[in-house]
């Protein structure tokens, strides 16, 4: 009988530890997905903060299509001088100018 006790204990003690570890699991799940939602959110201020420069520097530009907004963002990138800017702004952010 005594055999009997500790073995049902020991399967009281293993279904515990398996709540325990679906919780542990369900806590970093929940993490994850906040980890995530909060990287969406930051990548979609970042992209309405370069949206309202562009905004702000050009005010025709806010009356194009989305089509028309991207055919001349594409004309605009491919011109070597832009290229060139482009080059230098991303060298100065990988030495950590700018903010």
Not at 46 to 74: P, W
């Amino acid at each position: 009988m005594e055999n009997k006790e500790k073995t049902l204990e020991q399967l009281e003690t293993a279904r515990l530890k398996v709540q325990q570890y679906e919780h542990k699991i369900q806590l970093l799940k929940n993490r994850k997905n906040h980890l995530e939602k909060k990287a969406d959110r930051q990548r979609t201020h970042h992209l309405c903060n370069m949206g309202g420069a562009i905004q702000s520097i050009s005010k025709e530009a806010d009356s194009l299509t989305r089509v028309e907004f991207y055919s001349l963002m594409e004309q605009i990138f491919a011109l070597p001088a832009v290229q060139e800017l482009v080059d230098a702004a991303m060298e100065n952010h990988e030495m950590g100018g700018g903010s």
